[in-house]
Each structure stands twice: as structure tokens, then as C-alpha cells.
């Protein structure tokens, strides 16, 4: 047991979320949930990264101001954080009191000890990645990282000596030679920083939208250098108290801001008296067609539409969903490589790991209790067990290892092994022909070693661990044996099913009940998805039920005289008169689309529909709306 520190980079607010801050993101969260499990004390931090001339612009041209703008960007992240099953212990924003004051606190202690000093800065800037670069740097003329038109910049600024920790850093890496992993990448660094460092600018003075420098007012803090202090602000880090409970942490990140982590930010550790953080580890990029996935490409998956598209093709509810996608992007992702991001290579994960490997196991053992008639099977620990427990601590060993070095493309195929292992062991046993205690063993054995790789995997996919270890009866612990035994519910059908190519929507196999949460029916594709523009063209709106009588001669139709609001009075007729009586109508809101073509319905001209939905005794539920909104709102 120990302490434990992951970080995300705090992303820019320049983008919405997408599948490569997502694939940080959730490889973060898999290592804390990890930890947590093995009883570390955790802590999971992400952010988003709010200053900086690129955000003011973009502020700019939606006609918001800065502060409101990253307001609104900074709640998309936390949504789709909650949507992906993120556990992140804090949300650090650079533009919050505790992160600026950190940020002051950092450059008045340099400015104080000489290591930040005033200068003029000349050269080139990438407003996109907020990055100074070398003429040499360049790539025909353009930012190396985004192809984009780089700005020359010649200002007063305070500069920050990087060069006076140049072989600190040097030693750093020798000595540590984990501190960067893949070690590819420590070599970059390391060549990157032997070919000489510059002093770096730190503070601007044409970017108002930025950490005030406390001993000069005409200048802001360089967003970089606002940016990483957001590891030890949301520690709580102060001059006076280095102390901080967690630090050093490790820092989670792509390759594209290596040398940022790897070598200013230790150098500005030093420069504070701190020790540096424990590891950095950079991985590759999502491409897409063999290009990098990114806003400036207009190329981006975002991690909604994914889980969507999963969901809909398997017909999976949408935690599983999510599910999946998580563990597709950990095992398959572009943990060291660049990998392209394609369908193909969602289907093969899934179908080879989830639904043909750890999915049909569980089916299998269950299944075949089913048939045998067995329901209940007691704590057995012969010889079987015994085997099986031996093949499992060296896979846990491995396992752990993996995790330790946040290795978890590895540990997750461990624990895929320990799968395969049981289902050769399936098929080993050889269970028809077993009885007695020795079938009870074959049991016991089978269904508290798959609570174990359940276990394994579930940093990777939380929630389906927990229906599996619901379906097992069991809680989930990396401990064999543990289990007293188990009475498993046997209505399950499979955890994941087949993925098939011909059939896209073969997902209807019916898994019999219970093991998934209720779903609708899927059955849209990914393509046939409608674009946000063509459901705005829809103008739902809220309506005030004014009055209401039956239509002569009708059952089912009732005439209601609605009030909405800006858009005047309306007369509609709804076929609700076998559920509603007019009297239960009135003062009622209501949701109608309003810009439906008028037609006559019994010689009544109906402006409008009212949207009930149609449950299976075939009745209209109408559908509500929330507290008292004013007639006429606009739902959307
Ligand atoms: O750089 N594949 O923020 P950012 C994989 N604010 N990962 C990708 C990716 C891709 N195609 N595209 C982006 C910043 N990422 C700074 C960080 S930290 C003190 C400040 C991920 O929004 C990857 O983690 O541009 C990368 O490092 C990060 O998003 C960049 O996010």
C-alpha cells in the first residue's frame, strides 16, 4: 500500500473532447481504478487547460467572453468524463483562485531566486499549441505539430533559465531511466535537450487572457508555464508547504507535448526545490487514415458517436457500450505506436477478446450448469484447484508488473490469458464427464477464477465487471479462493454478443434476460445517424392545454386549444381520447412540434402534433415537461 498520483494534460478548451483526449483519459482512469483496488491511496487528476491567445480569439468569434466560453467548454469535458465512467478525484481549471495563486506564488519564488529575469523575446509562435519554435523547427514555414501559419513575436518578456538545469535533466536521465517510458521516447528527450537548451519566455504582454506576473502587471504567464503548475496546484501546493501528500505523481500524455513534461517541467520542479515527477509516459497518436486525429485535420471521432454506433450495432445497452469502447481503446490503442482508429479494429478487438474469449466463458460454465442441473455449487479446493491457482499467481505477478510500469496494454492481455487458460481448461476437464466432488471442483474452480479476471479487467471495464461478478454472486477481489461459493443466477444470456459482419444487428441474439440492462431496440447504423441541423429543422415547443373536448364522433381524437406563447394560439387535434378525458387536459404543458404542416383531421384544421409516446398496451403517454417553463420555450 501506498500513495498513488495519475494525471491527465489539462486539455485545451479550444476543441471538444474526442477520442484522443479520450483515450488519455480513460488509460488514466483504468491505472487509478487499479490502484484504488489494490488498496493505494489514489488520486486522479484532470483538467482543462482555459488561458492563452488562442482561447481569447476563439472567444472572440463566438461572440462570448473568454471567462463564459471556457465556462461552457469546461462542462463538456466533465459530461463526457461521466460518460465514459471516468473516476477522476478532482477537475483542476487554470482559471480557478487556488490554480492562479500557485501560478503567482511559482513565478515570484523564480523571480526571487534569479532563475526568471527580464528580456526581449524574438521568434516564432504556434498560437494552436501556445508553443515557441526555432526557425530549423519548422516545416515550410509552419508549425511542425499542426501545419498551421506560425506568428513572429518580438516583445519584452521575462525568461525562465532552462539552460541552468540542462545537465540536471541530463542526470535525471541516466539515472532514472523509466522516468520517460517507452524509452524511445526518453532517447528523444534526451537528444532534444544534449542539442542545447535555450532560456524559455514565460510571460507575454499582447495576451491580457492570462495569470497576472505579480511583480510586473504589463504581463501575463506564458501558458505553458500556467499550464503544468496545475499538477501541484490542485495538490494544494504553497510556497511555505512543499508538503504534498501525493506528490510525485505520474504524468499521462501524448507524444506531441513530450518536451514540455519531460523537460521544463522537472526544470521548473527544480527551480522550485521539488522533487521531479515519478514517470512520464507519452503514447502515440489515434490516426485516422494515417493521419493524426485532430480539430485542425477535421478529422475527429468523438467518443459519443463511438460508444452509439457500438451500442446500436451489438444492441448493447449504453454502459456496456461505453464499456467496450474503453477496453477497445486500452487494448488496441496507440499506447507506444501510432495506430489508426477504424471499425474493423473495433469489431476484431471485440470479437476476439469479449465476445469469443471472456464473454462465451461465463456463458459456457453457466450454460452448462444449466443443463447438468446444477444451481449451486459449494467451496471445493482438491487437486483442479490447486493447478489452477498456481497458473494464476504467475499471471497475477506478470499482471501487477505490467501495471506497475502503467504498462496496461500488457496487463490487460494478462489478464485475457488467464481467459484463455480457463477456457482450455474447459475443454480440458472435459466437464460432461465429470460428477460428484470432482464436477463440484471443476466449478468452483472455473467460476472463482473467472471472478478473478474479472477482476483483472475491471480498471478497464467497471461496469460490466460488476454485472459479471452480480451474475457470479460473488464481490470482485484478485484473491483466489475467497469466494465461499457460489449459487450464480443461470437466466443469463451472453455478456457480449457477436459481432457479425453480414449481420450487423445479429446483437438481437437475445441474451435471455437480467445480465443486461434494458435496452431499446437498436437496430440504427453509424451512417443513417441525422445530423444536429437536420433535427434543429424540427421546432418543438413547450404549449399551455388551454382547453380541450372531444372531437363529435370520435373516441380518439380530442381538440385542444393551446397557448404558445410568442408563437400565438393554436388549435391542434390529438388521437389521446381512449387514455385522456379533455378535464384532465387542461392546464396541462405539453411538447408539440409547431412547424408541422397543418392539416384537417374530422374538418378541423390541426396546426401542430403533441408528442406522446406509445407504450406496448398501445395507449399515448403524453409527455411532460418539467416544473412551470413558459408556454412556447423551445425544447431541444
Ligand atoms: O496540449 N491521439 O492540450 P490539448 C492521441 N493544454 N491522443 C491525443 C490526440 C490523438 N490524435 N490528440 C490529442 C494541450 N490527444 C495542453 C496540455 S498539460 C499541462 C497542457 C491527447 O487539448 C494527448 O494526451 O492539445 C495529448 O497530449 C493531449 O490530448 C493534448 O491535448
Redesign the pocket.
Known sequence: MGTYYVT????????EP????T???VYADALARYHRMIGDKTFFLTG??EHGQNIMRLAQEKGLSPQDFVDQVAEKFKAVWSFMHISNDDFIRTTEERHEKVVQRAIEKMYQNGDVYLGTYEGWYCPR??TFYNESELVEGNCPIHKTKVEFVSEQSYFFKWTKYQDQLLDLYNSQPDFVVPSTRLNEIRSFVQAGLKDISVTRTSVPWGVPVPFDQSHTVY??YD??L??ISALGYTEDTNQMEYWPGV???????LR??AAL?PAMLMSLGLPVPKRVV??????VSGE???KSAGNIFNPYDLAKYIQDTIGLDREAAVDVLRYFMLVA??QRD?TDLSMDAIWLTYNSNLANDYGNLLHRVLGFMKKKGVSEVPKSTGLRYVRVAETISAIAEKYHQSMDVEDIQSALKNAMDLVKFLNDFFDKEKPWSLSGDELAEFLYTQLEAYKVATTMLSPAMPVIADRAARILGTSLSLTFGESAGFTPDLTCGPLFPRYKEEKPNAGTQQPDQACQQPQEQKTQQFSSYISYDTFAQIDLRVALVESAERVPNSDKLIKLGLDLGPLGKRTIVAGIGLKYAPEQLVGRRIVVVSNLEPRKLKGILSEGMLLAATSEDGLPYLLGVDGEPTPGSKVK
Not at 494534460?9 to 476543441?15: F, H, L, Q, S
Not at 504524468?251 to 507535448?257: N, Q, V
Open positions: 491527465t494534460p489539462i486539455y485545451y478548451v479550444n476543441a474526442h477520442m484522443g483526449s483515450y488519455t483519459t482543462t487547460d499549441c501556445e501558458v505553458w499550464a503544468l496545475n499538477y504524468h499521462l500524455i501524448g507524444k506531441d507535448i514540455h513534461h517541467w507519452a503514447h502515440g497518436w489515434w490516426l493524426k486525429m485532430s490503442g496507440p501510432d
